[in-house]
Nanobody, 121 residues
Framework: QVQLVESGGDSVQAGGSLRLSCAAS????????MGWFRQVPGKERERVAD????????VYADSVKGRYTISEDNAKNTMYLQMNSLKPEDTAMYYC??????????????WGQGTQVTVSS
């Protein structure tokens, strides 16, 4: 069982930056990717960024490309999401996920509890 705990959510002004962290308790042989998703009330959960932990490849949603960076620290079993040039439309609950890589994206098998990001104009 993999447990994921997010942190780093906050309220910031547009143009600001935040770094989200996702600490994993352990990994199983079946987990070879991690990712970040976000959701606002009344809308479907949106994929933000994926990281293939086997080869380091990354995939980003068009809406965050060039502004967000997903990374990992293997020694700490922690994944990060650096978010720059934040916009009000980035406001959402951000979720960390871990799972298996399939057809160029991470298919989640485990979820964190979420961390809130609020961007004011």
């Amino acid at each position: 069982q993999v447990q994921l705990v997010e942190s780093g959510g906050d309220s910031v002004q547009a143009g600001g930056s935040l770094r989200l962290s996702c600490a994993a308790s352990s990994f199983t042989y079946s987990v070879n990717c991690m990712g970040w998703f976000r959701q606002v009330p009344g809308k479907e959960r949106e994929r933000v960024a994926d990281l293939n932990t086997a080869d380091g490849s990354t995939v980003y949603a068009d809406s965050v490309k060039g502004r967000y960076t997903i990374s990992e620290d293997n020694a700490k079993n922690t994944m990060y999401l650096q978010m720059n040039s934040l916009k009000p439309e980035d406001t959402a609950m951000y979720y960390c996920a871990a799972g298996f890589w399939l057809e160029g994206r991470c298919v989640p098998g485990y979820w964190g509890q979420g961390t809130q990001v609020t961007v004011s104009s």
